[in-house]
């Protein structure tokens, strides 16, 4: 079985840890029995700066037929985020129908959280985030440009379908984990939207009797994300809000640079999109000292969509050994000074 696999390493430090990870899986791949098969599409910023596009036209008719996408990150000091964000990500998220963006946080032995009094395994959870509408949906516009009347209009655009799937998909996290639920909103400032939300979470509940929910607002869970982190378990938030939340968790358990996601289309009918959380940390660029952590354990999910989960399980065991190590090589946002290459040899080894 040869799985193909698109990689789309982008900017920064993306393709530093793509390319550093890509043998570890292949040999992951091998001792597990299967292949795979890497098309590298050198798409992002400086494709945007040479040609006027973060990709071409015709990319996601190019990337539909992979069984799953491998992004390294996008993003670049001299470009505005908003050109990056519309001109690769989202494109590929609403395209493709990644409803569920999976965000898990985990403080593995052998890491420091920065909140005081918490050892391994104590924060354990994961956000389930809206992925292609909500916040993120691009309905508005602004109007009267340069004049002292200028205008803008954001709009967030929140369908049934669209947030029962997202819903759907947490309530099913939370019965295979530990059977608590928390939905956050704003539903006191945002009586529209949000309120909405919440009769939609309400309906699927009625299907999940054995589920605790739990209702927050916004601003609250952020707070107890920091002040009561091992309480949580699944998370379930629109797409601004899951975004904020899961930066948040991946601090409380160490660094950014160990923060997986995966972009799910429920269906099956188009590729997912697996990616670190960390970005694209111009200021790091090209001194070969990124963590590729957040990277393989991103693959690790890939290999679990794409019906591999021994494989996904020995990415995870060799991440929790190398941590686990207090000899092992780390990088410096875990406070050593190891480089890429030296972890992902680390890791190689272990796996």
Not at 36 to 47: A, S, V
Not at 135 to 140: F, N
Not at 258 to 282: D, T
Request: aromatic share 6%; net charge negative.
């Amino acid at each position: 079985m040869a799985y193909q696999i698109a990689t789309i390493p982008g900017d920064g430090i993306g393709p530093e840890v793509v390319d550093a990870t890509l043998p570890l899986l292949e040999d992951v791949a091998d001792a597990e029995g299967f292949a795979l098969e890497f098309d590298r599409y050198d798409w992002g910023t400086e494709r945007y700066v040479e040609r006027g596009s973060m990709m071409p036209d015709d990319a996601l008719a190019t990337l539909e037929g992979s069984d799953a996408i491998l992004l390294g990150a996008v993003g670049h000091p001299d470009v505005p985020d908003h050109v990056t964000l519309h001109g690769l990500l989202l494109p590929i998220r609403k395209g493709f129908n990644q409803q569920v963006c999976e965000r898990p946080s985990v403080l593995y032995e052998g890491v420091e959280s920065p909140l005081r009094g918490y050892g391994p395994g104590d924060i354990d959870f994961v956000v389930f985030r809206e992925n292609t509408e909500g916040e993120y949906s691009d309905a508005g516009g602004r109007v009267h440009e340069g004049f002292d009347h200028e205008v803008a209009i954001q709009s967030a655009v929140y369908t049934r379908e669209g947030t029962e799937a997202i819903v759907r998909a947490a309530f099913e996290a939370a019965t295979e984990r530990e059977g608590t639920l928390t939905s956050v909103t704003k539903s006191n400032a945002q009586a529209y939207g949000m309120t909405f939300w919440d009769d939609v979470v309400a309906d699927v509940a009625t299907d999940y009797p054995d589920v605790e929910l739990e209702e927050l607002l916004v601003d609250a869970a952020s707070m107890d994300l920091v002040r009561r982190p091992e309480e949580f378990d699944v998370l379930v938030a629109s797409n601004l809000f899951g975004d904020i939340l899961t930066d948040v968790g991946a601090i409380v358990t160490g660094s950014m640079g160990l923060a997986p996601s995966g972009n799910v289309n429920v269906e099956g009918e188009y590729p997912s999109m697996f990616e670190p959380v960390h970005g694209s940390a111009p200021d790091i660029t090209s001194e070969g000292i990124a963590n590729p952590i957040a990277t393989v354990l991103s693959a690790a999910m890939l290999f679990e969509n794409v019906g591999e989960p021994a494989a996904a399980r020995r990415l995870e065991t060799a991440v929790e050994s190398l941590l686990a190590d207090e000899s092992a090589p780390r990088t410096p946002d875990l406070g050593g000074d190891a480089t890429t290459a030296a972890v992902v040899a680390a890791l190689g080894e272990r796996a």
